[in-house]
């Protein structure tokens, strides 16, 4: 039920909460408390984020879990924390396939013949552009202790991206960075306009930059 509604609403948060509540409960029958257990995302900025069908949601994740050591946890104000978070968090992913890096490890000529066997006259790049190639790719969200837990700059020093298909983000630097230099990451487009960034971040995430960049228009 809690897929099928998440499916037919196209949310997919109550999904991704279930997940981190499963997470806790794993800890806490290891012997961690409930406070250990959540620590693991309090490096994450949250906020309480409303939704017109969270009361059902909870009800259907109490019946997911079924766990009474969580009866302290599942409540409608923590549901709408991580909620929040997710909102103000997550990683788009993109993983390829097997059969992209199958493909991709082929000699040229190999790659040739592996095409021509799905079809004719086209080359192993434009092969990987169809609409065939990229069914077979998934699109995901993920929160990662280090790459979401960095400051926000609108002139940043290092990238995100995700490669591959083990569903592992990569921190890239975006320009040389000194030692001891804190590392800051763009939660918006940095090219947007100064008004436009400062809206966006104001209201998701409810500070105004004090980057280099921003200072200078004020």
């Given at each position: 039920?809690?897929?099928?509604?998440?499916?037919?609403?196209?949310?997919?948060?109550?999904?991704?909460?279930?997940?981190?509540?499963?997470?806790?409960?794993?800890?806490?029958?290891?012997?961690?408390?409930?406070?250990?257990?959540?620590?693991?995302?309090?490096?994450?900025?949250?906020?309480?984020?409303?939704?017109?069908?969270?009361?059902?949601?909870?009800?259907?994740?109490?019946?997911?879990?079924?766990?009474?050591?969580?009866d302290a946890?599942?409540?409608?104000?923590?549901?709408?924390?991580?909620?929040?978070?997710?909102?103000?968090?997550?990683?788009?992913?993109?993983?390829?396939?097997?059969?992209?890096?199958?493909?991709?490890?082929?000699?040229?000529?190999?790659?040739?013949?592996?095409?021509?066997?799905?079809?004719k006259d086209?080359?192993?790049?434009?092969?990987?552009?169809?609409?065939?190639?990229?069914?077979?790719?998934?699109?995901?969200?993920?929160?990662?202790?280090?790459?979401?837990?960095?400051?926000?700059?609108?002139?940043?020093?290092?990238?995100?991206?995700?490669?591959?298909?083990?569903?592992?983000?990569?921190?890239?630097?975006?320009?040389?960075?000194?030692?001891?230099?804190?590392?800051?990451?763009?939660?918006?487009?940095?090219?947007?306009?100064?008004?436009?960034?400062?809206?966006?971040?104001?209201?998701?995430?409810?500070?105004?930059?004090?980057?280099?960049?921003?200072?200078?228009?004020?």
């Open positions: 039920m809690l897929i099928k509604l998440a499916r037919d609403t196209g949310k997919t948060n109550p999904i991704f909460i279930s997940r981190m509540l499963a997470m806790v409960v794993q800890s806490m029958r290891t012997g961690k408390s409930l406070v250990d257990a959540m620590e693991v995302f309090t490096t994450f900025c949250s906020n309480i984020e409303e939704g017109p069908q969270d009361i059902i949601y909870l009800q259907l994740l109490k019946q997911v879990i079924n766990d009474p050591t969580m946890v599942l409540n409608i104000e923590n549901f709408r924390r991580l909620n929040g978070m997710i909102l103000r968090n997550t990683q788009r992913l993109n993983p390829v396939s097997n059969f992209h890096l199958y493909l991709n490890g082929l000699p040229e000529a190999e790659q040739y013949r592996v095409v021509s066997t799905h079809t086209i080359t192993p790049s434009d092969f990987i552009q169809t609409d065939y190639m990229q069914q077979l790719c998934i699109s995901g969200t993920g929160m990662f202790s280090l790459g979401n837990s960095m400051n926000h700059s609108c002139i940043p020093n290092v990238i995100s991206a995700s490669c591959g298909n083990d569903c592992r983000i990569t921190m890239v630097a975006s320009r040389s960075i000194k030692k001891g230099e804190e590392l800051f990451l763009s939660y918006i487009d940095e090219d947007a306009s100064f008004q436009e960034r400062n809206k966006i971040l104001k209201q998701m995430y409810y500070f105004d930059c004090s980057c280099l960049k921003c200072i200078s228009k004020q």
